[in-house]
């Protein structure tokens, strides 16, 4: 029987909502009807808890599987999740022989590491990356979970499809697709592409796969979540799981003499986004002026002793710099705004979007893939690259970009070739850009404007 609900009825909380979903995901789990089950999950939306529980459930129920990851870190938070959750499972760790297990993996007595299946003692749960699992050639087991599927190249999931009956398939669509370092326009179109990802190889071939959405993100704020889904998730779309008197800003310092990063500080501080731009100029990749301007909002968040009020700390807790995070698009830009943060910025992170992706963070400070670029290519336009640079922060988003980005999205329109059995991939890059480009001027204009910012009080706090 479908209960329909009046149009004034009140939605459910974000927190029945994403357990409803969780229960329905794990209901298919235990039915048994289906070789797969899909999760699409928008950023912060508790993949990884999904994951940790659905494994301990399935162990606890006398289930033994397996876990894919795609990289090393994201198996060692796996384990450390799971050993915290079910402290009576016991875990495998599939490695390398050069593996060095970290010390969160060696505080666990429950946790096993071996470079061989058979030397880790028969546990409940073996986790490794998609590599590993790709070397393991005898075994079987009921059961796997894989953990950031978008991610996952679809021959690698061909490689390990043999180690399991069935699989839980855990991601986000929105994110970066897998890349390579070879040309790979011979496999385009083909069903076998291997650069598919491993879910889009999946429900290429098995169209009836239950498909779940996790419709909350934990860690987006109100301020971030519309501008997010509507820009690269918009025919799923998702909401934040706080409010707007929730999370906000304040400062333990006044700002003078550093009008435009402090106004950028600020703008951020009342408005979740702030845009830092530069005059218009056609750069090297390595911006010497673009970097400089990354390093310096950073530091200047620590100088004005910024402050965080959550629902994890109502009470407020300080902004460090391990709270912080510079994002850009090329190893050569990381490295040259790590040369310009210096000493000041010790324990700030910066990374590339590839690296950044799965992390969280209190401030996340973005240079925009497209600023001082003479032309508007498929890597920078690609609109997973921007999600995750402006999907990591909890609290607020700064984007460093020349201006002209508009006029430079107007100038180059799409000229990617169609070709034949390729799904038309959403969102599309140029659009995304301008949406999230349109809503940063608009916060832009209200800060030079006056409107958004609380001038009053002592702390200056700013709401959202």
Known sequence: MTTLLRPDAPADPPSVQAERVITEVLADLRSGLHRGVVVDSPPGAGKSTLVVRAAAELARAGEPLIVIAQTNEQVDDLIDRLAQKAPDLHIGRLSATDYTATDRIKQYATVRVAAKVADL????VIIGTAAKWS???????PWAIVDEAYQMRSDALLRVAGRFERALFVGDPGQLDPFSTVDTERWTGLTWDPMQSAVAALLRHNPDLPVHRLPVSWRLPPSAAP?????????TGFQAGTTAGERSLSFTTTGFGHGPVDAAVETAAATGWALYELPARHTLRTDAEAAAACAALARRVLERGVVAVSEREPGGAPVTAERIAIGAAHRDQVAAIRAQLGAAGAGITVDTANRLQGREYDVTIVLHPLSGRRDATAFHLESGRLCVLTSRH????????????????????????????????????????????????ACASKGRHGGALNRGGQRGLFDR
């Not at 070397?135 to 087991?141: I, K, N, Y």
């Not at 501008?227 to 025919?235: C, E, I, L, T």
């Open 121 to 124: 003692g028969g546990p409940s």
């Open 135 to 141: 070397m393991v050639s005898e075994g079987c087991w």
């Open 227 to 235: 501008v997010v889904a509507q820009a690269f998730y918009p025919f």
């Open 394 to 441: 909890r609290q607020a988003c700064i984007v460093v970009a020349r201006a002209g980005i508009a006029e430079l999205l107007d100038a180059h329109p799409s000229v990617e070739p169609v070709h034949l059995n390729v799904p038309v991939k959403f969102p599309d890059g140029w659009e995304a850009n301008q949406s999230v480009l349109a809503h940063l001027k």
